[in-house]
């Protein structure tokens, strides 16, 4: 098996997560959306929303806002499709 990965940049809003997200959508197996955000104030409690509303019920979400190396360390299934944002 072969694993791929995709590194998305760009600038602040410029619809980075919307388009991983639709990548990682193409991909069959287990969806992990793994949450690094916190929401430090109503700007980004509402940006944290607005994510969660456009995932659908394929995605398992994770928060890891710390910890990142220990959390992916445990989605190492074969068919994980993993996004970081």
């Known amino acids: 098996m072969t694993r791929s990965s995709l590194f998305v940049l760009g600038g602040a809003r410029s619809g980075k997560s919307r388009y991983a997200q639709a990548r990682a959508e193409m991909l069959a197996g287990q969806h992990h959306f793994i949450a690094t955000?916190?929401?430090?104030?109503?700007?980004?409690?509402?940006?944290?929303a607005r994510h969660q509303a456009?995932?659908?019920?394929?995605?398992?979400?994770?928060?890891?806002?710390?910890?990142l190396p220990v959390v992916l360390e445990t989605l190492n299934a074969p068919d994980a499709v993993v996004l970081v944002d």
């Open 54 to 67: 456009d995932r659908d019920t394929r995605w398992r979400t994770v928060e890891a806002p710390r910890d």
């Open 37 to 48: 955000a916190e929401a430090f104030d109503e700007e980004m409690r509402t940006r944290i």
